[in-house]
């Protein structure tokens, strides 16, 4: 089992950056992909992006459109999401999640374990 903290989330202009974390603990770092996810109450849960156990691949949704880098440090036991250009349409809550044995998928269903989420809100 592994437990996952975010963390970074808050409140940002239009066009500013924002970098969220997300701290793992329990079982091998390394046995899990992991991804973000995004919710607001007006939709369900959308993926944001993935990376592979090792870090070597790393998957986004359209819309990210080169404004977002997933990236994980294996001897920290973290994954980033460095998310520039942010837009008041990103604003959600935005969760991570680990995927044993995965290698990085779309797919909230795929997903072992998640954190309890981190607000952000990006005003224009």
């Known amino acids: 089992q592994v437990q996952l903290v975010e963390s970074g989330g808050g409140l940002v202009q239009a066009g500013g950056s924002l970098r969220l974390s997300c701290a793992a603990s329990g079982r091998t770092f390394s046995r899990y992909a992991m991804g973000w996810f995004r919710q607001t109450p007006a939709k369900d849960r959308e993926f944001v992006a993935a990376i592979s156990r090792s870090g070597d691949m790393a998957y986004y949704n359209d819309f990210v459109n080169g404004r977002f880098t997933i990236s994980r440090d294996n001897a920290k036991n973290t994954v980033y999401l460095q998310m520039n250009s942010l837009k008041p349409e990103d604003t959600a809550v935005y969760y991570c999640?680990?995927?044993?044995?995965?290698?990085?998928?779309?797919?909230?269903?795929?997903?072992?374990?998640w954190g309890q989420g981190t607000p952000v809100t990006v005003s224009s």
């Open positions: 999640a680990a995927d044993e044995l995965g290698s990085g998928s779309s797919y909230y269903g795929d997903y072992d374990y």
